[in-house]
């Protein structure tokens, strides 16, 4: 594997928990886990529950999120239990009701919004329950951790690759539009405020022409194929797409190879699923920014762990919440852009393989991205 494609930032380095192994047999599904033959009651640790949002506004949640979550927390031999909403906001809240009644004693959260996810933090603090953030802030809430990404830094990269990839094809003043993420996700505000501060100065300048700029439901990518489909009606001569994750960005390769446009719009991405890199395999889409889930999902388990054994963990690094003003203990990781010629960078890490890759008419363009 490929050492150091993407490091912790200063505060996550800085995050050193002591984890040990603890008593017990966890099993092998992402169910709850009952804890067999401890030695005693007091010795066991107590159980995390893990809600994930849903597994069609990316693929990450089920491929990435749960398999990593599941490995470390069988690893500690820790009782766990992972399920996931599925976009309904009533789920989620049900859910984490159960988890709580069946002696979840932190509850890590992906939120789907950031009024459901504080409803549902505020009430496992008020019953003694230690919580997390994961991936996604909770504005507002009582997060005892946020762990994720630095958002802002995602969005500044997608707003450089636009630039790069508008460059190399020598556009002139191109008419760009926006594809943004969800407008209840904290993140895509965050990613937003990254590509926007690279976008405007251009705007500004002339040099770009600020085009359609629209937000998506729910990350909804057959709701981004209409949106975009509309963008392209009203502007025919949108010459760059700044789409906010793979799933929009392909809902949006779509609409162009409609209109035969797909190669020669740029468009952008995130999340390094394996759909985006085949995108950008078959030049139909321009980058993409992977975000190492092993870490991210590493550096959650490492905290809800030891908060299931009574620690209090520290993290050095912090993140202002910007509707409460609360300075919430986190711990931030790195991104990375992708391009063609990286794409090698991500299978080299392990978080997709060659085999669900390099398919079909692919495999030639793995040989010639250098994918071993």
Known sequence: MRKGILGLTAAAAALSLGLTACGGDNGGTSTAQDSAGASSAAAKPGKIGVILPDSKSSA?????????????????????????????????????????????????????????????????????????????????????????????????????GLVKCLTDKKADKPIIAELNGSPTDNNATLFKAGYDGVLKPKYDSGDYKKGPDQSVPEWDNTQAGTIFEQMLTSEPKIAGVLAANDGLGNAAIAVLKKQKLNGKVPVTGQDATVQGLQNILAGDQCMTVYKAIKKEADATAELAIA??????????????????????????LDPQPIYFDSVKDVVA?????????????????????GVQ
């Open 60 to 160: 990450r949640w089920e491929t990435a999120d749960r398999k990593y979550l599941e490995e470390a927390f069988k690893a500690a031999n820790v009782a766990y239990d992972i399920q996931n909403a599925q976009g309904d906001k009533t789920a989620f809240q049900t859910i984490a009701d159960q988890m709580i009644t069946n002696g979840a004693t932190v509850l890590v959260i992906v939120n789907l919004d950031s009024g459901t996810g504080k409803a549902v933090l505020d009430k496992a603090k008020s019953q003694g329950v230690a919580t997390i953030d994961y991936d996604r802030l909770t504005l507002g809430g009582s997060a005892s951790y946020y762990v994720s990404f630095d958002n802002t830094k995602v969005g500044t990269l997608q707003g450089e």
């Open 307 to 332: 908060l299931a054994k009574g620690e209090k963990p520290a993290a050095t690094g912090s993140v202002k919440d910007s509707e409460s003003g609360r300075d919430v203990p986190s711990v931030l």
């Open 349 to 369: 890490d392990g978080y997709v393989t060659k085999d669900e890759l390099c398919t079909g008419d692919f495999a030639a363009k793995c040989t010639e991205a």
